[in-house]
Nanobody, 116 residues
Framework: QVQLVESGGGLVQPGGSLRLSCSAS????????MGWYRQGPGKQRELVGG????????HYADSVKGRFTISRDNVKNMLYLQMTSLKPEDTAIYYC?????????WGQGTQVTVSS
């Protein structure tokens, strides 16, 4: 079964940037539509955006459109989230998983804190 490990989070000032990474084990990664999700303090987990298996199509939540970019490297089994112009409301634990409904077991996530 595919295992997901997120990394790259940290503390950043408003307006700053971060790049998150998601490492996926197994050989099925290249066939999967993948998404980034986040769960802020006291909030439900929400979809940040998704990317199709070949990387041709991406989708973003309105709240991050124009600021975040999802990409993937199917050779390295890696998923990325480039975040720019970060805002305090982007503070959350970020997770990667299937972009869809049949989720894989969730990883630990990576904490992103946007604060001055």
């Amino acid at each position: 079964q595919v295992q997901l490990v997120e990394s790259g989070g940290g503390l950043v000032q408003p307006g700053g940037s971060l790049r998150l990474s998601c490492s996926a084990s197994g050989s099925l990664f290249s066939r999967m539509n993948m998404g980034w999700y986040r769960q802020g303090p006291g909030k439900q987990r929400e979809l940040v955006g998704g990317i199709t298996s070949g990387g041709a199509v991406t989708h973003y939540a309105d709240s991050v459109k124009g600021r975040f970019t999802i990409s993937r490297d199917n050779v390295k089994n890696m998923l990325y989230l480039q975040m720019t112009s970060l805002k305090p409301e982007d503070t959350a634990i970020y997770y990667c998983n299937i972009w869809g409904q049949r989720f894989l077991p969730w990883g630990q996530g990576t904490q992103v804190t946007v604060s001055s």
